[in-house]
C-alpha cells in the first residue's frame, strides 16, 4: 500500500507546479490591462490641464468685464465730496453725518428720524430760480440712503458732505442758559462753552445747504443742545461766504427753526416739514459774534467800562 501512495504521489507534484495554458493567458491579459490604464493616466494629466487653463482664461476675463464696470460706474457715479473732519473746539470724539458710516453709531441727540417728502423738497428747491448755477451743495447730518436724491435737483452741482464734532455730553442747556452768572465778575469771569464749527477748505463756493435736524417732541425740543448745534453751525459756513453772495439754507425738520438765527422775514418758502431761508449774511456775522447763551455777558464788565469811559471822553471832547 505504501508502494501505491508512493508511486500515485510523483505524478500529481509536476502537476501543480506547472502553470495552465489559461493561467498563462489570464496573466497576460492583466498584464495588458494594466498597462493601458497607466497609459490612460499619462494622457489624462495633460488634457485635465487644458481644461483647467480653459477656466481661468474664462474666469479671468469675466473679471476683467466686472472690473471694467465698476470703474465706469464711478465716473458716471454723483460728485460728492467728504469735508475735512477737523472741528474747532470741544473735545467731544463723535462725528455727525459721515458718509460711509452708519448714522446710528453716531452721537444719538443729532439722530433725525422724520421721513423727508420728497415732493415738499422739490417743490421748495423749485422756488430757486437759479439753482443751474450752483457751484456747491453743502448737506447737513442726512443718512446715506438719503444723499442721491439731493443729486437730482442739483444734478451740475459738486455735493460737500459736511462733518460736525459733536457737543460734549456735559454741555446742557443749563450750561449754555444759566439762571444767574457774574455778571460783577466778582469770582469768575463768565464764559460759555466753544461749540465744534464746521471745518471747509472754500472750494467749491456752497450756495446751498441743506441740514436735517432732529426734533424729540416727546422732550423738550425748543432746549435741544444739538439742535442748535447744527443751526449755529450751518449759519457759520453761510456767514463765510464772501461779499453779497447770496446762500441759502434749507431745514428739513417737523419742529420750528431757532427764529433767533432765521427769522420769519428771511423764510423764501415752506411746504410740510421743508423750510427754506435767504438770510441777511451781514445781520447773520453779526448775530453769530454775540455769546450762543446767556451764559456770557454779550460785552464784559471791563470792556463795557472802557466804552463807557472811551464815550464819556467823546462827549466831553464835542461838549466842553
Not at 86 to 95: E, I, K, V
Not at 114 to 124: F, T
Not at 213 to 240: F, I, Y
Request: hydrophobic share 35%; aromatic share 8%; charged share 25%.
Amino acid at each position: 500500500m505504501r508502494g501505491m501512495l508512493g508511486s500515485s504521489a510523483n505524478p500529481i507534484e509536476p502537476r501543480l507546479r506547472v502553470s495552465t495554458p489559461s493561467e498563462e493567458a489570464n496573466k497576460k491579459k492583466l498584464l495588458r490591462s494594466k498597462s493601458s490604464r497607466d497609459g490612460e493616466k499619462v494622457l489624462y494629466s495633460p488634457r485635465q490641464e487644458r481644461v483647467l487653463n480653459c477656466k481661468f482664461t474664462t474666469l479671468k476675463l469675466v473679471l476683467g468685464i466686472i472690473i471694467l464696470g465698476a470703474f465706469l460706474m464711478t465716473l458716471h457715479s454723483p460728485t460728492i465730496y467728504e469735508a475735512e473732519s477737523a472741528s474747532t473746539s470741544g473735545s467731544g470724539p463723535n462725528l455727525v453725518n459721515r458718509w460711509t458710516r452708519d448714522i446710528t453709531a453716531a452721537d444719538g441727540r443729532y439722530v433725525s428720524l422724520l421721513a423727508i417728502n420728497w415732493d415738499e423738497v422739490s417743490k421748495v428747491v423749485n422756488r430757486l430760480t437759479d439753482r443751474n448755477d450752483y457751484r456747491g451743495i453743502g448737506l447737513l447730518n442726512f443718512h446715506e440712503s438719503e444723499i442721491g436724491q439731493w443729486k437730482l435737483f442739483f444734478p451740475d452741482a459738486e455735493h460737500v458732505l459736511l462733518n460736525l464734532e459733536s457737543v460734549t455730553s456735559d454741555v446742557t442747556w443749563d450750561t449754555l442758559y444759566p439762571e444767574w452768572i457774574d455778571e460783577e465778575e466778582e469770582y469768575e469771569v463768565p464764559t460759555c462753552p466753544t461749540l465744534p464749527t464746521i471745518q471747509f477748505s472754500g472750494k467749491p463756493r456752497i450756495d446751498f445747504i441743506a441740514v436735517k435736524l432732529p426734533c424729540n417732541k416727546s422732550g423738550e425740543w425748543s432746549r435741544d443742545v444739538a439742535r442748535l448745534h447744527l443751526q449755529l453751525a450751518a449759519a457759520g459756513l453761510a456767514a463765510t461766504a464772501k461779499g453779497s453772495h447770496a446762500v441759502h439754507i434749507l431745514l428739513v425738520t417737523d419742529c420750528f427753526p431757532t427764529p433767533n438765527l432765521f427769522s420769519c422775514k428771511e423764510l423764501v418758502a415752506r411746504e410740510g416739514n421743508t423750510w427754506l431761508y435767504e438770510p441777511n449774511l451781514h445781520t447773520l456775522r453779526d448775530k453769530l459774534h454775540l455769546p450762543v447763551g446767556s451764559c456770557e455777558l454779550a460785552v464784559p464788565l471791563k470792556a463795557k467800562g472802557q466804552l463807557d469811559s472811551s464815550s464819556t471822553l467823546s462827549i466831553n471832547f464835542r461838549n466842553p
